[in-house]
């Protein structure tokens, strides 16, 4: 048994137990004594800079390349009332419209969104009226203005990205989008038209030792953060004031590459002013762990701080929430007998696992997205062609099984979910 193998052995049997594999050594001390703890990592991390085919996750079509992605801050949606969904197995974007009340989903339809097998990652853009989605066969991007009265998707266009694009993060304001190409190594840079939400090339693409396989990707205004599962690290870019990308600074994760495989991202839109600290969490399918990321909120730089157990493998989307009771990680586990869903309580990176849902309706669970307000958790199943709703109880974090939507098609194979309005 190899090094590799021994770490999954191990994890395996510690599923569902948060632990601590800092390289720092201050994992343990970090959940006992948070304040000490992380007023000493705040010492040791942000005194200056941090020293083909994707792995996630197994798309049923054998032709196409399999995907990753993540969540990101996008321009946020006030209400919500459509989701779409990016459909792997047919390529097409799946169209619902969405209750506010209630949070019902009921199936609009779908749109072409390239060759069958390419759609993975999906974002929406300005004012949350555009869609966009990566197809990681054809090379592009493909671009949707919402039609408001309907919900349907029309066509603004497609625009070219590296080999095998997986995600697009687009900034807060709107104003730039990033495209992570897992085949070329390199990240597309675009602007984004305030009125016609249409992405326009800014720079070519960039390259950097950083990046060898970029898969999840989210931005802040002034950073662009990229998880690389190749070289298993989370890096940070800077965004200049014309939006392009500058020489960055990373964080290894977990054990490190050949052993540790963040591909999905998501940002905690949460910061430890005292400490100057901002925090990301990354999932690895490989070995079934959360990473957590503190970043110093002055220059980005990246460090890891630990990893908690989510299940033994096969990790997909993941989604934060502030609650009445605090704030909540869903991640999905995609590989889990059964199925499932684990929920984890945040506090400034810390991660403690709150509880494990399974319901008969996942089916190689993938994507999650959160409603607007805050009462309904939404799963992309790949197995089944179905999008799984679950109620969010407020004060405890609880989800509750409500019910499963079909998308157009059984062998759809939805991957990652973007509400807009």
Same mark, same amino acid.
């Given at each position: 048994?190899?090094?590799?193998?021994?770490?999954?052995?191990?994890?395996?049997?510690?599923?569902?137990?948060?632990?601590?594999?800092?390289?720092? @050594?201050?994992?343990?001390?970090?959940?006992?004594?948070?304040?000490?703890?992380?007023?000493?990592?705040?010492?040791?991390? %942000?005194?200056?800079?941090?020293? @083909?085919?994707?792995?996630?996750?197994?798309?049923?079509?054998?032709?196409?390349?399999?995907?990753?992605?993540?969540?990101?801050?996008?321009?946020?949606?006030?209400?919500?009332?459509?989701?779409?969904?990016?459909?792997?197995?047919?390529?097409?974007?799946?169209?619902?419209?969405?209750?506010?009340?209630?949070?019902?989903?009921?199936?609009?339809?779908?749109?072409?969104?390239?060759?069958?097998?390419?759609?993975?990652?999906?974002?929406?853009?300005?004012?949350?009226?555009?869609?966009?989605?990566?197809?990681?066969?054809?090379?592009?991007?493909?671009?949707?203005?919402?039609?408001?009265?309907?919900?349907?998707?029309?066509?603004? @266009?497609?625009?070219?990205?590296?080999?095998?694009?997986?995600?697009?993060?687009?900034?807060?304001?709107?104003?730039?989008?990033?495209?992570?190409?897992?085949?070329?190594?390199?990240?597309?840079?675009?602007?984004?038209?305030?009125?016609?939400?249409?992405?326009?090339?800014?720079?070519?693409?960039?390259?950097?030792?950083?990046?060898?396989?970029?898969?999840?990707?989210?931005?802040?205004?002034?950073?662009?953060?990229?998880?690389?599962?190749?070289?298993?690290?989370?890096?940070?870019?800077?965004? @200049?004031?014309?939006?392009?990308?500058?020489?960055?600074?990373?964080?290894?994760?977990?054990?490190?590459?050949?052993?540790?495989?963040?591909?999905?991202?998501?940002?905690?839109?949460?910061?430890?002013?005292?400490?100057?600290?901002?925090?990301?969490?990354?999932?690895?399918?490989?070995?079934? %762990?959360?990473?957590?990321?503190?970043?110093?909120?002055?220059?980005?730089?990246?460090?890891?701080?630990?990893?908690?157990?989510?299940?033994?493998?096969?990790?997909?989307?993941?989604?934060?929430?502030?609650?009445?009771?605090?704030?909540?990680?869903?991640?999905?586990?995609?590989?889990?007998?059964?199925?499932?869903?684990?929920?984890?309580?945040?506090?400034?990176?810390?991660?403690?696992?709150?509880?494990?849902?399974?319901?008969?309706?996942?089916?190689?669970?993938?994507?999650?997205?959160?409603?607007?307000?805050?009462?309904?958790?939404?799963?992309?199943?790949?197995?089944?062609?179905?999008?799984?709703? %679950?109620?969010?109880?407020?004060?405890?974090?609880?989800?509750? %099984?409500?019910?499963?939507?079909?998308?157009?098609?059984?062998?759809?194979?939805?991957?990652?979910?973007?509400?807009?309005?």
């Amino acid at each position: 048994m190899d090094e590799r193998q021994r770490a999954i052995a191990n994890q395996g049997a510690s599923a569902e137990i948060p632990v601590s594999t800092s390289i720092y @050594g201050w994992g343990r001390a970090l959940r006992l004594t948070p304040a000490l703890a992380a007023l000493l990592l705040t010492l040791a991390m %942000f005194g200056g800079a941090s020293c @083909g085919k994707s792995i996630f996750p197994e798309v049923t079509n054998s032709s196409s390349p399999t995907a990753t992605a993540t969540a990101t801050i996008t321009v946020s949606p006030t209400t919500g009332p459509y989701l779409y969904s990016s459909n792997n197995g047919d390529g097409k974007a799946g169209e619902f419209k969405r209750n506010t009340t209630t949070g019902a989903l009921s199936l609009i339809g779908s749109v072409a969104a390239g060759s069958t097998g390419g759609p993975i990652g999906i974002a929406n853009g300005p004012g949350a009226k555009y869609v966009y989605v990566a197809n990681s066969v054809d090379g592009k991007i493909q671009q949707y203005k919402v039609t408001a009265s309907s919900g349907k998707l029309a066509s603004i @266009g497609t625009i070219a990205t590296g080999s095998q694009p997986q995600w697009i993060a687009v900034n807060p304001t709107g104003a730039y989008a990033f495209a992570t190409n897992q085949g070329a190594g390199t990240i597309s840079q675009y602007t984004v038209s305030s009125t016609t939400g249409v992405l326009a090339s800014n720079g070519g693409a960039f390259s950097s030792v950083l990046l060898s396989k970029p898969q999840g990707a989210v931005a802040t205004n002034s950073y662009l953060f990229v998880a690389d599962s190749a070289n298993g690290s989370v890096s940070s870019f800077p965004i @200049g004031a014309s939006g392009t990308l500058s020489a960055g600074t990373t964080a290894i994760v977990g054990n490190g590459p050949g052993v540790s495989f963040p591909t999905d991202l998501v940002l905690d839109p949460f910061t430890n002013a005292t400490f100057q600290q901002g925090y990301l969490y990354a999932s690895d399918p490989t070995t079934g %762990f959360v990473y957590s990321i503190g970043y110093n909120l002055a220059n980005g730089a990246p460090a890891y701080l630990n990893s908690y157990s989510s299940s033994i493998a096969g990790l997909g989307g993941m989604a934060i929430v502030q609650l009445s009771a605090g704030e909540f990680l869903y991640v999905a586990n995609q590989k889990a007998s059964p199925p499932s869903l684990t929920a984890f309580i945040v506090n400034s990176g810390v991660l403690t696992f709150s509880a494990i849902y399974s319901d008969p309706s996942l089916n190689q669970p993938t994507g999650i997205a959160i409603g607007p307000n805050k009462n309904n958790l939404y799963v992309a199943n790949q197995g089944t062609g179905t999008i799984s709703q %679950f109620s969010i109880n407020q004060s405890t974090g609880t989800l509750t %099984f409500v019910k499963v939507v079909n998308t157009e098609s059984a062998t759809s194979a939805p991957l990652y979910l973007t509400i807009t309005d």
